[in-house]
């Protein structure tokens, strides 16, 4: 059996009486891309830092790559790569300098390290600037690169897209991809951005109010999502009635709009139309909508 | 260790703070020669606008064990306020500059960051104290001061750098108000209340049972009349050092570091 990536076991963070984390329960394989969606406040980062062994939890503990958690613990850090809440830099040192002091304090002597990951996020035009006078995107980047100098075998990404244009989302994504299918690279990854995280993820957990609520796999996004038939007519009470009649349950309506949830309905859209047709009022607009991850993450978090 | 000291030298390196800490202790050095400038003959200062025309300075001869003796007490003194600020600055830095979280999952152990913070520390305030002693011995040169004996002035330079190393080591504490109050503020905070502390319980005659009094007891600082605080103070001191010193490597290694 493949020794979990990531083993968090019933972790809980309580600072008085107010649970941050609580009884939170986690395994990542190795190679997987788990993204954990959270509001602000839900517990992600402090989440993230338990799993850096920066916080302790209360209760639980956690295994990263197979060595469980406790202070004073750090041969295991050479093998992961971090990012935590918005990325940091010693000011007065250029960007070449700022690598070169995480490359040392990581064992890395060579100074192809510093130069590989510059020209990996394309930080080569800033690498003799001063750090403390890079745009919040650069700043950000080289975070990242901070965390990507070692390449490491685990990558633990706090909002990695904060402050970065598209273009540069984008990039990230895609280097993060080809770090997980490449190399084997496994990544947990918190975002807000639940888009980007729907197209980078392979499997999400949903934590509100310090509780993992929600765990599904990417792929299987299409079983936990909400389908509905959404259509418009010029006269929304008899067309209505006719649905009504017809054996369905228009659960939602709005101006001239007419949502309906039911099997089938979503199924089979024609035969609404049929109805309506009969009914006298045509619909001018049918459309099969479904729930994006946001719509979902919502529902989840604010049921 | 060697690689956690490379980082923090270049970083003190790349900073201004070295600079501004240098300019402080060449001040002093040149306050002390003005003094013994003025004390040489207090009528030419007067005529150069140095001393108002009634005022007078007492406080010794213009020679070297004056001289010496008046480093040895600014060492005490303004050193503490210095060291103490190179202290907040090492350490402080990294939560105010949010640099800390990157430091906490290294393969490199958090103790040896710690260590080698403290190892920086120590060499930075003895590069001042050589640097003070050496401008010293230029402006005491130069200033052609009177009684130079090879003995005395070693004796004078070794009770600086013993200070020196004191308050080197009382300046621990404070890193772990910069670290446990995460920030330049609680450190400076400690290091204005141990100065303060310093002067009063110094002034109350218990100054040999507070640590923060013994260096500047030992510079001589409340006169020639009072005893030197003798062991029990460098003990006292050294309790201090290594309480503090111990104490910030456990907050680094042990302390949830959530912000």
Redesign the interface.
Known sequence: MTTPAIDARRLTKRYGDIAVVDDLSLEIAPGEIYALLGLNGAGKTTTIRMLLGMVRPTSGEATVLGTTLRPGVHTVWSRVGYLVETPAAYPELTVAENLAVAARLRGLRARRHVDDVIDRLRLTPYARQRAGTLSLGNAQRLGLAKALLHKPELLILDEPANGLDPAGVAEIRDLVLELSREHGVTVLVSSHILTEVARLATRVGIIDRGRLVREFAADHLAQHVQRRLSLSVRDRESAEKALLTAGHQPVRTEGDVIVLTDSRAVGEPEAVVTVLVAAGCPPYRLVVEQDDLETLFLRVVQP | MI??L??EF??AR???VPWVTALAFTVVALVGGLFMFILQDQGRARSLGLLGAKAALVGGDADWPTYLSFLAQATAVGGMVVFGLVEIWVFGREFS???A??????????VT?VAAKFAVVVGWCLALVVQLLLLGLVIGALLGLPGWSAAAALGGLVRIGGIAVMVALLTTPIAFAASAGRGYLPGVGVLISAVFCAQIVAALGYGQYFPWSVPALFSGLAGPEQSTPGGLGVTLVLLAGVAGAVATGIWW??A???R
């Not at chain 2, 979280?101 to 958090?110: F, G, I, N, S, V």
Request: charged fraction near 30%; proline fraction near 4%; aromatic fraction near 0%.
């Open positions: 690689n956690a490379a980082t270049l970083k790349r900073s201004r500059q949010h640099t979280k990157d430091l906490l999952a290294l393969p490199t152990a958090r960051i290694r042990q949830d570091q959530d």
